[in-house]
């Protein structure tokens, strides 16, 4: 039972517009949501991050936006640049002893220039 | 800082061999995970340590799996033996912390044919 969510493989936009990529949870115990990237033929690397006590986190061009009651994440990127294309991982994970880091599987953003 | 260093990069054997692969953590970090990412299952978390011991091996598939964390600088995931099915990408990540960002390495692509 898959408890991360991203239910969009790809995503193809233009240069300069806005990136969307959505995330939705099932386990109501996840209370820390975090972003991965990854290029080809590299590890995940870590983008941004949102506690449960927040529903809004910035960092440059990169916003997060989280819906508890909908169990819905999304990351915005704005403006989308040809460098960004790459596969984007969403994760959750419930903290103290229950922690576990768990992944979505993945949606792979083209950013065409 | 290296980062994360994973051997080897890429792995073919057939079904019915042992199979080795190898971590080294950034140096300072008390967390090694090991995932395994598959078309099917996504990146999943199959094990972590903290302090070079196991702490949850709940995501270990089967017996078959086995992971040792001798000292800080240094963990392997035994597949024995290896089947068709485990063929996948391991990745290998560390933090500082449980909660710190985790550094993911590159990671190993195993084929089993």
């Known amino acids: 039972d898959q408890q991360v969510k991203q239910n969009s493989p790809s995503l193809s936009v233009q240069e300069g517009r806005i990136s969307i990529l959505n995330c939705d949870y099932t386990n109501s115990m996840f209370d820390y949501f975090l972003w991965y990237k990854k290029y080809p033929a590299e590890g995940p690397t870590f983008l941004i991050s949102?506690?449960?006590?927040?529903d809004k986190n910035e960092d440059g061009r990169f916003t997060v936006f989280l819906n508890k009651s909908a169990k819905h994440l999304s990351l915005h990127i704005v403006p989308s640049q040809p460098g960004d294309s790459a596969v984007y991982f969403c994760?959750?994970?419930?903290?103290?002893?229950?922690?576990?880091?768990?992944f979505g599987k993945g949606t792979l953003l083209t950013v065409n220039p | 800082d290296a980062g994360v260093i994973q051997s080897p990069r890429h792995e073919v054997t057939e079904m019915g061999q042992e199979v080795t692969l190898r971590c080294k953590p950034i140096s300072g970090h008390d967390y090694l995970f090991w995932y395994r990412q598959t078309m099917m299952r996504g990146l999943e978390l199959l094990i972590y340590f903290n302090n070079n011991v196991p702490i949850d091996d709940s995501g270990m598939p089967e017996d078959r799996f086995s992971a040792k964390m001798p000292n800080a600088s240094f963990s392997t995931l035994k597949i024995q033996p290896s089947e068709p099915r485990d063929s996948a990408v391991y990745f290998c990540?560390?933090?500082?912390?449980?909660?710190?960002?985790?550094?993911f390495g590159p990671g190993t692509r195993l084929t089993v044919t």
């Open positions: 990540a560390s933090s500082l912390g449980l909660m710190g960002e985790q550094y």
């Open positions: 949102i506690s449960s006590i927040k």
């Open positions: 994760a959750a994970h419930a903290g103290g002893s229950n922690y576990k880091l768990t």
